[in-house]
């Protein structure tokens, strides 16, 4: 990663910006002992080098020029990335660069390009995919705080909130959620949040989306299954009773293929559950 941030550099030692100086004696004999010191060696060389780069641009924030400055400073924070599509700002947050990403967040709120946050990697990930997918809550509360898109798709169509979800990470999830966060999302694959909090047997999740309003009746996009159907299949018992009792799910809704949740139960494994949809099924007739 060294090389690809050294890059970065060029454009800025363009401008005449004399604070950015790297050590090249420094850093060839850093790099002579990566084989003692392994990778952690050179993730620190290239945090000096990113701290050093954030500095110098933020030093552009100054300038009288402020048209010029702005053009400056997104060209660098977004035309130049390395061999994986990653610019300066997803490195800070792959490098868990916490001080870095505030003087970049500070800059560009400062010159008005706060927009380049949401721009994404090769994968389609933005800073704050990365945030979210690393279990960085400091920096998710940090870019939420910014003019960061909270529902932003990435290359399979997942939110922050989907990729929350599947860190189980409830803190960043109540987080994305308080910060305008749409659950109702599907992603390319026609899942919703909630059915990749049912799938993975997340209850704390579950309850958490539900409090947030979302339609928990909605069907995935491929075979029309609800929150509902998937909890019954997988024998989820606790996910089940939440859902009749708390969540109020509609059981009659079909699948695709004309198959509800009390149908569904018939084959499940789980007495209770067959019990449960059935009660509940008499008392709404």
Known sequence: MVPDLLVFSKPLLNMGMNEM???LDQRIASDSCMAD????LSNDLSNDVLSTMTKAMYNLTTSTDKDSSRKQIRDSLIDITNEEGNNIVHIAVLNHQVDALKLIIDMVDKVDVGDVLDEPNRTGSSVLHLAVETNQLEAV???LATKTYPNKLDRDGDTAVHIAIRENNLEILQTLLQHNADPNIPNHFGKFPLHIAVENNL???VKVLVDHGLDVDARDQVAGRT??????ERH???IVFFLVKEAKVELLREDYNGVNAIELADNCN???IKKLLAKEHKRQI
């Open 21 to 23: 100086s790297f050590n």
């Open 227 to 232: 929150a509902i159907h998937l909890a019954v």
């Open 236 to 238: 989820l018992e606790d």
């Open 270 to 272: 789980s007495t209770n």
């Open 141 to 143: 509360r940090m870019l």
């Open 203 to 205: 209850l704390p999740l």
């Open 37 to 40: 010191s392994g990778q952690s």
